[in-house]
């Protein structure tokens, strides 16, 4: 519950007009109830970059894991 009132407290800086499409991997990262809840606009496109371009996400993907070890043992 707790973590339900951190994400509604977050959409309350989200401007209704304002278009959130969920790209995350199945469950998704955006809290379904909470928009409909704030009734802001939402497209629910789960994994759409990994079914499109996979060979492009998978780039993006080590290019983020290699940047992040990077930081990590500088």
Do not use: C
Request: hydrophobic share 45%.
């Amino acid at each position: 519950e707790i973590e339900l009132f951190q994400v509604m407290k977050k959409l309350e800086y989200v401007k209704k007009e304002t278009l959130l499409i969920d790209l995350a991997s199945n469950p998704g990262g955006i809290d379904k109830k909470a928009i409909k809840d704030r009734n802001l606009k939402f497209v629910w496109a789960l994994s759409l970059p990994g079914k499109v371009a996979p060979i492009t996400t998978a780039e993006f993907i080590k290019d983020t894991i290699y940047n992040i070890i990077k930081e990590i043992y500088k």
